[in-house]
């Protein structure tokens, strides 16, 4: 499954009301393909925007440990009411010694609502990166241990139906599907 369109249009493109299934990356064909699951579902409901509170939690003067200034590979979700890729919002990650960095991708869907992908980055001199995605499940594991000192509740078990072919789903391993509920004071 792949769109055929140029470069994502900017975050501020109009969004889906569903939360988006995955991740698009560029196929070397010209066009996207499905690389990633996007599996990590946030509501925020009250006066803080999702969008905000994932903010106050993975960046800023607060939270050194995480940063944006790494330059990502091209990367973007589907928005089904749009019709075409849209690039993430935010994308942060935690850089630690060696490889298995914590990267998180982060798409506003409205004020309530945010996606989110999270991944290990895996060094591979192969990729055209150097690295790619991996480790799902422990990503988000890392995330929702960083989250669970301040206000957020974790539904659990969460399950995220991809729709992608068996065998793509079985190559990705556990995702740590997550739901995430942020609880302001």
């Given at each position: 499954?792949?769109?055929?369109?140029?470069?994502?249009?900017?975050?501020?493109?109009?969004?889906?009301?569903e939360y988006p299934y995955c991740v698009y990356q560029p196929d070397g064909d010209g066009g996207w393909g499905v690389?990633?699951?996007i599996n990590m579902h946030v509501t925020a409901p009250g006066e803080q925007?999702?969008?905000?509170?994932?903010?106050?939690?993975?960046?800023?003067?607060?939270?050194?440990?995480?940063?944006?200034?790494?330059?990502?590979?091209?990367?973007?979700?589907?928005?089904?009411?749009?019709?075409?890729l849209v690039a993430p919002d935010r994308s942060v990650r935690r850089p630690r010694l060696g490889d298995a960095w914590t990267h998180v991708h982060v798409w506003e869907l409205d004020a309530d609502r945010a996606a989110l992908h999270a991944h290990l980055d895996v060094i591979d001199l192969e990729y055209a990166y150097l690295h790619r995605g991996d480790g799902y499940h422990v990503?988000?594991?890392?995330?929702?241990?960083?989250?669970?000192?301040?206000?957020?509740?974790?539904?659990?078990?969460?399950?995220?139906?991809?729709?992608v072919e068996a065998e793509r789903r079985t190559n990705w391993g556990p995702t740590g599907d997550t739901k995430l509920e942020y609880v302001p004071d």
């Amino acid at each position: 499954m792949a769109a055929r369109t140029g470069s994502p249009p900017g975050p501020e493109a109009e969004r889906e009301r569903e939360y988006p299934y995955c991740v698009y990356q560029p196929d070397g064909d010209g066009g996207w393909g499905v690389t990633m699951p996007i599996n990590m579902h946030v509501t925020a409901p009250g006066e803080q925007r999702a969008l905000a509170a994932i903010d106050a939690e993975l960046a800023g003067l607060e939270n050194p440990r995480w940063t944006r200034v790494f330059p990502d590979a091209p990367t973007a979700a589907w928005d089904s009411d749009g019709g075409q890729l849209v690039a993430p919002d935010r994308s942060v990650r935690r850089p630690r010694l060696g490889d298995a960095w914590t990267h998180v991708h982060v798409w506003e869907l409205d004020a309530d609502r945010a996606a989110l992908h999270a991944h290990l980055d895996v060094i591979d001199l192969e990729y055209a990166y150097l690295h790619r995605g991996d480790g799902y499940h422990v990503a988000t594991q890392r995330v929702r241990e960083h989250l669970s000192g301040s206000n957020w509740r974790r539904e659990t078990p969460y399950r995220i139906e991809y729709d992608v072919e068996a065998e793509r789903r079985t190559n990705w391993g556990p995702t740590g599907d997550t739901k995430l509920e942020y609880v302001p004071d």
